[in-house]
Structures are given as C-alpha cells and as structure tokens.
Antibody, heavy 120, light 107 residues
Framework: EVQLVESGGGLVQPGGSLRLSCEAS????????MNWVRQAPGKGLEWVAN????????YYVDSVMGRFTISRDNAKNSLDLQMNSLRAEDTAVYYC?????????????WGQGTLVTVSS | DIQLTQSPSFLSASVGDRVTITCRAS??????LAWYQQKPGKTPKLLIYVASTLQSGVPSRFSGSGSGTDFTLTISSLQPEDFATYYCQQFHSYPQTFGPGTKVDIK
C-alpha cells in the first residue's frame, strides 16, 4: 500500500519559516506528479503547489507564490515544502498527495497531514 | 483563476435517497474534474476522476457526469457511510482549485 508521511509542522510566529517534508514509499516516486494541499481548521481544501516527476515544473497558488518553494528528491523518495514569511492565514493542515499516474492533479493517495499554526 | 461553485452547500438526506451534487466551473474545463469525499478527521478520498471515471474500489452507486462547465456527482442510493463532505477539483488550469464543498447530512 502506498504510504505518504508528512512531518515538520508546528507552531511558528508570523514572518517565520517552516519546512515540511513528505516521505513516500511503496510506489515508484519518480513516476508521479506530487502535490501539497492544505485545509484551514473547519474550512475546505485548497491546492497549494505541485511538482513534476523530474522537478522541472513547479506551480503554486497565487497566495503562496514567492514565499513557498516545493522541491523533491527522487533518490530519497521525498517531497518538501519550504515555507517562508508565514502569515496567520497559512494556518492549516498540510497534506502531501500523489496525483494519478499520467496526470498533474486528481490525487489518489494522501498523507495524514501535518498541522502548521502561525501565531504569536 | 477558475472558480468552482457547488450546489447545494448542504443537503439533508435519508438512507436510500438518490443524491445529486452539482459543480459549476467559471470557464470551460473540458473533463478535467475530480470528485472527493472527506469524512470528519479523515483525509480526502478520490471518488471520480476525469469527470466520470470511477476510482478503483469506489462503490458503483457513485457516478460522475458532465463536461465543459457543468458537472454532477450522483449517489444512486445513499448509504450510512456516505454522510460526508464532497469536493470537486479542477486541474485544467493553474492554479488548481477546489469547490467549497457540499456537506451531506443525515435527515
């Protein structure tokens, strides 16, 4: 069974930084687009960013452009999200999610999520 | 950005009911639409991809239809385990976007 395990969440002050990681296993990681999706407490889902299989293409939602950076290490089967200049509105559970093979969206496997709280 | 609207936002239904949820896109997205189910405290589950293809392992009472701007998710006979929130997602254009969700509750 595919496994995605996020880590790195926590409490951070506004303006601070945090790096999320997602460890992938039991599938051929370098064959899939990977996504980060977040969900603020009690709110709906928001797509944050994704990255192509070889890392050559990266896309972001406007609200995080210039502040967040998605990256991957195919040798380590890992996906990262570097988050800088954090704001209160970035508070959410962040999910790592695998896109269906051959697509850049439509996520068939999700991690359990890691909570990021931005507060002073 | 492509906006997705869902209707209704909330619906109350009984076991055995036929339920239809609508997702409308602000511009033509062809069939680049997925549907998810999310239960409280759980991660989203992919139900339907490319608008009408049932994801492996998903019961056949779920079906999706539509293309262009108007899409529907239908549950032919609602089961107790189907009470959840349902989201549509478009991946036609960046940024990818989700609809606001439809909560299906027990009547």
């Amino acid at each position: 069974e595919v496994q995605l395990v996020e880590s790195g969440g926590g409490l951070v002050q506004p303006g601070g930084s945090l790096r999320l990681s997602c460890e992938a296993s039991r599938f051929t990681f370098n064959s899939y687009w990977m996504n980060w999706v977040r969900q603020a407490p009690g709110k709906g889902l928001e797509w944050v960013a994704n990255i192509k299989q070889d890392g050559s293409e990266k896309y972001y939602v406007d609200s995080v452009m210039g502040r967040f950076t998605i990256s991957r290490d195919n040798a380590k089967n890992s996906l990262d999200l570097q988050m800088n200049s954090l704001r209160a509105e970035d508070t959410a559970v962040y999910y790592c999610a695998r896109a269906l093979r051959g697509y850049n969206g439509q996520c068939d496997y999700w991690g359990q999520g890691t909570l990021v709280t931005v507060s002073s | 950005d492509i906006q997705l609207t869902q209707s209704p936002s909330f619906l109350s239904a009984s076991v055995g009911d036929r339920v239809t949820i609508t997702c409308r896109a602000s511009q033509d997205i062809s069939s680049y639409l997925a549907w998810y189910q999310q239960k409280p405290g759980k991660t989203p589950k992919l139900l339907i991809y490319v608008a009408s293809t049932l994801q492996s392992g998903v019961p056949s009472r779920f079906s999706g239809s539509g293309s262009g701007t108007d899409f529907t998710l239908t549950i032919s006979s609602l089961q107790p385990e189907d009470f959840a929130t349902y989201y549509c997602q478009q991946f036609h254009s960046y940024p990818q976007t989700f609809g606001p969700g439809t909560k299906v509750d027990i009547k």
